[in-house]
């Protein structure tokens, strides 16, 4: 009796041994998820706002502190704005044609590296949002 309980426990330790990282690439890549949906939707909210204020007339720099405002955290301190304000002769839009506000983040400086050990990185990957609006 007592070997075979010795068998069992030792069979229960090297089923842990397997079982074990996969269960924890799975919790990882759940947390690395849910990190990255929510710094795409911080990306998207700053994008519109961004877009609001260029359609309402906003100069670069408004646009630029608004998406700013928007994005908040020092994670995303790294976020890129470009704004599509003037026509391209540098005039800006008159009232009814489409302003643009592209955010771009490194998706590195909002989400972390977790799942490197199961050969998945997000260190070149870039969150990105576009939004367009019709200028008031």
Do not use: C, Y
């Not at 996969?22 to 949906?37: D, E, G, H, M």
């Not at 301190?77 to 704004?83: D, G, K, P, T, Y």
């Amino acid at each position: 009796m007592h070997a075979e309980r010795r068998r069992r426990k030792g069979s229960v330790a090297i089923e842990m041994l397997l079982v074990f990282p996969l269960l924890l690439a799975v919790l990882l890549a759940t947390i690395v998820f849910a990190l990255w949906l929510s710094a795409q939707q911080q990306v998207a909210l700053a994008s519109r706002e961004g877009a609001r204020t260029a359609a309402i007339g906003g100069s670069a720099a408004d646009v630029q502190a608004s998406v700013r405002l928007a994005l908040g955290d020092s994670r995303f301190a790294q976020a890129s704005v470009q704004a599509n304000l003037t026509d391209g002769n540098g005039v800006p839009l008159p009232s009814g044609q489409p302003v643009s506000v592209v955010v771009q983040l490194p998706a590195a400086a909002a989400v972390p590296d977790l799942l490197v050990f199961i050969g998945v990185s997000v260190r070149n990957q870039t969150l990105v949002s576009q939004t367009v609006m019709r200028k008031e």
